[in-house]
């Protein structure tokens, strides 16, 4: 039988996330790789987990290796709940969740909330693995340009205006991925105003904002929210260890309700030596402290990255500015598309990820690409740029 | 606003697994519980773990807390590959993925082909996890009563004729949970047959078929399969630690490629500390000198179990007598309602599952009860049967 004609009309026209198809390619060693999500590996803390996980087989193996609970390991939970409440995101009426990756929190909330046709409106450009996940659920998506403070609000308010069925906002307020770019408190309030007013709900992905390395911290829009319309989600991935695979949500409890029962159907529960870990890490170690060594060593990168750019590639680039997170963005001249430059890039042993891939129609040509700086380190960054810079010269001319 | 009016159809009306729910109210430790689906923790190999949990982090922690692929680790895909070719589950045309638990390989292959109103025949009684999965993608769900050698196949043939929307038989033919029940080799051939005649797919799902204790071994469905028509799952859950959520599925390489997309969206991929875990302990290990001991266990539980049935219970209630897994099944007279029976058990601190959550419509009364032997040793067993024994004899009388 030819499985391919049976295949669920939600998923048929999916398309594997090109990153992580990439991600594939670039594991030959003499590749630079700009291209990646990924904190830097060497600064896990890898001896006091090893220290650690020993210890919880040992003494409490009848908890690490049997099933829990779908909500996740409660210690965790709560771990998780002070210090969202400490932050003024957790209100009366919501509920924590531990899942096996932001990733999951946001698909949980997805499947819980959208039917077929529902819209859902994003960033453009934006993260594909969340775009995926709306559009394995059949939602339409349409994009908003980004501003350096965020997405444009009146672009906002005339896709709101157009499209009646949107039903919710997707947006990384925060250190955006793929640009950076960190939404102003003004505008936070204003989509929120924006969500009471065209009744949508907000999706806030928030993996970077731990991670600020310049500026002043701007509110989460949940802890802005009076109106119970966002749906918050957080990750270990960038503060702690990404291949754990450990993110929360925080929602009203009601949908997070439902969220746990998509759940149990999807992975009964996360993974408990993973969730025993990052608890026993966060109580025996300061979790701030190795946070501050996050922010000092990606900080340092991103700036040494952006040096390198001034110097090394062509004054028609531009790029972006973050004051946190893992990514930069930068633009060639229009006409380019830097899915071929790209592939120049790769024989020249330097990746990056084109703008295409962070585009709701990725069959279009964009002259945008994305930089991470967390995962080489200073040697990689110069010389990686370097190679770059020549690939750039050699397709813009001097 | 009232997340409530927002939920998508798909999930408004999602049950959470009633065992589950009552897994939450069974921590009482004076309670014995017979109801879970626990494998025994005292048999985890907790030490040889913990070593090689401490290995791992310090010696490879690049890799264990990196983000991974989301197909799996792939040292642990090939063993899973050569031990299921070795079975003969393997065909030329498949793929393997390592999945979150055999639940997400269930959900994967759900979600890949299942449309609104598309059909799903099941055994019944069933593992409600793999009905919940149907039903949140809006699945209509059948169920085919059981016989002492699996499905009753004149009554899926009739089935099967009065719907032809049915996409997918969901089959656990070995051990079923919850009755114990195996599938003869004869039935398992006639349901390949009703499967090229009617069109359809069938999900095997085999969790237990490595813990037989008594019986001949018979060829899983997938190893008879010519017709490309058999997605296969399988898990680590009940062969070494359901804590850790490792599972695999084995099926056509373009429904893989769908179900790969569908996990991205999902979790990226599986923790990957679980994964190496699982390798190390089956490359430094013998797992069938472990399944071995666990077959021991597990059989002498079982044959405790029924000697103590028959010793304490009233003999109107009848039971299975599974030559392996986790369960067997018991009936009382019909009328009685076993989930009003079980509150009574629960005050007298002892606990199994009522059949009623095992059923497609929970709301029904059922005079069924799942028992689990698994999880309890020599003497909870024995003290367990004879207070659920009482509760027995005091509803239906001497």
């Not at 310049?214 to 949940?222: L, M, S, V, Y």
Request: hydrophobic share 40%; with cysteine; charged share 25%.
């Amino acid at each position: 039988m030819d499985m391919k004609s049976k295949f669920s009309e939600k998923v048929k026209h999916l398309e594997a996330s090109a990153i992580r198809e990439m991600f594939k390619l670039m594991i030959r060693p003499e590749i630079i790789s700009f291209a990646g999500g990924s904190p830097a590996s060497e600064l896990f803390p890898k001896d006091e987990l090893a220290e650690i996980a020993k210890d919880i087989l040992q003494n409490n193996s009848g908890v690490a290796l049997q099933y829990g609970v779908t909500e996740g390991y409660a210690p965790l939970a709560e771990w998780v709940e002070k210090r969202l409440d400490k932050a003024g995101i957790v209100h009366d009426t919501d509920s924590i969740i531990i899942v096996s990756g932001g990733q999951q929190g946001i698909d949980l909330a997805a499947k819980s909330l959208l039917n077929a046709g529902d819209g859902v409106v994003c960033e453009e450009p934006s993260f594909i693995g969340g775009l995926n996940s709306f559009r394995s659920y059949n939602a339409e998506i349409y994009g908003v340009p980004m501003e350096d403070d965020g997405i444009d609000t009146d672009a906002l308010e005339k896709t709101l205006k157009a499209h009646p069925n949107i039903k919710v906002l997707y947006t990384i307020a925060t250190f955006q991925n793929p640009t950076g770019i960190t939404m102003s408190l003004e505008k936070r309030k204003r989509v929120l105003e924006l969500a009471e007013k065209y009744d949508f709900i907000i999706f806030e992905d928030n993996p970077y904002g731990e991670l600020r390395f310049a500026g002043e911290d701007i509110p989460t829009i949940k802890s802005l929210d009076t109106y119970n319309r966002v749906v918050y989600f957080g990750s270990f991935s960038k503060i702690l260890a990404p291949g754990l695979r450990l993110g929360f949500s925080c929602a009203d409890k009601y949908l997070t309700d439902r969220m746990v029962v998509c759940k149990q159907v999807q992975d009964v529960h996360t993974s408990l030596l993973p969730q025993m870990l990052a608890y026993e890490f966060v109580t025996r170690y300061s979790i701030d402290e190795h946070i501050l060594k996050l922010r000092k060593v990606y900080g340092s990168r991103c700036r040494l990255m952006i040096d390198c750019m001034e110097k090394y590639f062509p004054k028609c680039i531009t790029h972006t500015n973050p004051q946190g997170g893992l990514f930069l963005f930068c633009a060639m001249p229009d006409g380019y598309d830097t899915k071929i430059i790209m592939q120049k890039a790769v024989e020249q042993n330097v990746a990056f990820v084109p703008g295409a891939t962070t585009m709701i129609d990725i069959s279009k040509t964009y002259s945008t690409f994305r930089m991470n700086y967390s995962a080489s380190n200073e040697e990689k960054i110069e010389t990686g740029i370097k190679r770059l810079g020549k690939v750039l010269y050699d397709t813009v001319g001097e």
